[in-house]
């Protein structure tokens, strides 16, 4: 089945930098697009980053310049590279993986993990 699995989550002040991973498995990374969500308390998930199968990026606004997504078909990973953080940027990150299907992309997600920023 389709696994993945974040990490590099963690505490940082304001300012700070983290790079989180996506290791996924049961799938073919390269065919998928790779989201970045976050959820914070009270507040609905939100879709922060993609990037498509052939590397083309979005990012939220709020993000823009300060976050890059990026990945690695060779090692079936993703990264968001997370630069100049904010207390805003407090949540949990959420990978997801959309694998191409006849009825539409079908999308697996990942467990979480969570980012604290403190000012």
């Known amino acids: 089945q389709v696994q993945l699995v974040e990490s590099g989550g963690g505490l940082v002040q304001a300012g700070g930098s983290l790079r989180l991973s996506c290791a996924v498995s049961g799938t073919i990374f390269s065919r998928n697009a790779m989201n970045w969500y976050r959820q914070a308390p009270g507040k609905q998930r939100e879709l922060v980053a993609r990037?498509?199968?052939?590397?083309?990026?979005t990012y939220e606004d709020s993000v823009k310049g300060r976050f890059t997504i990026s990945r690695d078909n060779a090692k079936d990973t993703a990264y968001l590279q997370m630069n100049s953080l904010k207390p805003e940027d407090t949540a949990v990150y959420y990978c997801?993986?959309?694998?191409?299907?006849?009825?539409?992309?079908?999308?697996?997600w990942g467990q979480g993990t969570q980012v604290t920023v403190s000012s």
């Open positions: 997801s993986t959309e694998e191409p299907a006849r009825g539409g992309p079908l999308e697996f």
């Open positions: 990037i498509s199968s052939a590397g083309s990026t």
